[in-house]
């Protein structure tokens, strides 16, 4: 994640994660990507049943009966071995984590355990009266999916009338006094609506926005040729900085962050020092706090099945199962000679990426992305659009 508004617009500073030890358990929310015990924030896909039918949905979800789910047994267990193991926030998704019937009481465990609990959800099933039992069960934040305005949204979720019922959703988490965000994956499809989408942060009062960039997984893997080409991603990425400093200009501090691909941290980091911004310095320390891409080390992925992955989009590789052994022993094990290569992977990575001078900002971007069009783990994330000048060839 690349805290555009924490970094662009200067309300994080260098000292502010030093002040509590960058330890991820004494950290504010805001500031949990600048811990230095990195144990993992966890998403864990409680199952994998959707009532939408996304173009580019890593899970590949519909709305049916899916078998060899996590049991509810299971799932208390893991949660204890989680907080145990000391991660700072778990992340219910999943298909949609809502369809789960025992959602509330897994949350709720969560809480009673001290973890962090988020969802991740198409929002649609938020009713005021969900909203209100979300709120009362201690959920800290939801993360709802919109992948452009109405017409935009729904051609690209596959059912009629999603963009209203999540809207809806979005306002009764608002009422019920719970924090709330926008999730919107960019691509050829919707990049147009990005400032729109910005109207209706403003006009909804929403304090958190985050744009991912496509991962090539799940039926994601067949938008490969949709996704931004490189000039389309940097114009994409400008128009957000441009209106996340509106927006902070205007006196409404709205959270937006860049999420799946850290080349947009030297990005932002080269447009500060080009416009002689106070917070540049400040942004490069923090992004060298965060130290870029951290999949197999600060988060991690349990699928419905209990699979363990890398991230979400790893799930064509299991490291283990959590119904056989813990996840912290699982994630611990470096006898694995993919995890072992993901936890210390520069020495591994290939070309640009070997060679360029913002390593330890970027930490090699997305190995998924890279294994998917081109077949080696370490080639070079494709979708990095940093030039050979600005990465120092």
Known sequence: MIGISKLYCGTVEASDPLRYGRRSKDLPSHLLQFSKDKRPVVVWNVGRRCNLRCVHCYSRSRDREYSDELTHGQG??????????????????GGEPLMRPDILKLIAHARKQGLRAVISTNGTLITPELAAQLKEFGLSYVGV????????????????????????GIRNCIAAG????????MNRRNARDIGGIFDLIGAEGIPRACFYHLVYA???SKLVSEDLSHDETRAAVDLIIDRTSALHNTGNPVEVLTVDNHCDGPYLYMRMARERSPYAEDALKLMRMNGGNSCGIGIGCVSWDGSVHA????????FGNVAERPFSEIW????????????????????????????????????????????DVWACDPACYLTDEEIGL
């Open 178 to 185: 719970i924090k709330v965000g926008l999730r919107f994956t």
């Open 332 to 375: 611990m094990d470096t006898s694995d000679d993919l995890m072992a290569k993901l936890k210390d992977r520069k020495q591994h990575l290939k070309g640009r990426c070997a060679e360029c001078k913002w390593l330890d900002v970027c930490n090699g971007n997305f190995r998924v992305r890279a294994e998917a069009v081109t077949g």
């Open 145 to 168: 999916s919109l992948d452009g305005l109405e017409e935009t949204n729904d051609r690209f979720r596959g059912v009629p009338g999603a963009f209203q019922r999540a809207l809806a």
């Open 76 to 93: 208390l267990e893991l949660i204890d071995d989680l907080a145990q193991f000391g991660v700072p926030v778990l992340l219910f998704s």
């Open 218 to 220: 799940g039926r994601g």
């Open 311 to 318: 991230d979400q989009f790893w799930r064509h590789y299991s």
